[in-house]
């Protein structure tokens, strides 16, 4: 929310040095000019014991409804906008899976599902590939993009990417393989 209030945003390596905080947490910051940028009781670095409310499970808040239909104003409708100026602070149920939990599954699923695709090949069946390419499209777009981060920065030959980079910008965080692997 902040980016619409100001045009000065925050520096990624400020927020990656902080344990994560609950969305409510850029409604109470504190702005301030000068150093420290912004003060809050949740605002812990990563080097040390994250805030007691940082580590347990956040709360959902319930939306707001009318109780019936009579309490709604006459000019309120569904989809009219009227909520357009609220801030959303639904935050979804924490993960308690680790990284590389989550990680390897996300890695079993891709390898049995490529399995499968390699399958598909002896059918040569259009249909499946069409249909890939339209609902998996984002997908093969990221892996396209990190695969050519990779292969650029492993080459002596091309220019290293840039870190905001248009084409390959959702490759940011993916680490490259050395060539030798």
């Avoid at 980016?3 to 947490?25: D, E, G, I, N, Y």
């Amino acid at each position: 929310p902040n980016f619409v209030k100001t045009r000065f945003l925050v520096c990624k390596h400020l927020v990656q040095s902080v344990h994560p905080v609950a969305p409510t947490f850029f409604l109470e910051v504190q702005w301030n000019r000068t150093i420290p940028f912004w003060t809050h009781p949740l605002l812990v670095p990563l080097d040390s014991c994250p805030p007691p409310l940082a580590t347990a499970a956040m709360p959902v808040p319930v939306p707001l409804e009318p109780a019936n239909e009579g309490e709604m104003e006459s000019g309120d409708e569904v989809g009219d906008g009227a909520e357009d100026d609220l801030v959303d602070t639904f935050c979804q149920q924490l993960d308690t899976r680790t990284f590389q939990e989550r990680m390897l599954t996300h890695v079993k699923n891709i390898r049995d599902f490529c399995d499968g695709l390699e399958y598909q090949i002896q059918f040569n069946d259009y249909r499946m590939l069409t249909v890939l390419e339209r609902n998996g499209s984002s997908f093969l777009r990221l892996a396209d993009n990190c695969l050519s981060r990779e292969r650029r920065e492993n080459s002596s030959r091309s220019r290293s990417p840039t870190t905001w980079e248009k084409g390959t910008a959702s490759a940011m965080f993916y680490r490259a393989r050395s060539s030798s692997q």
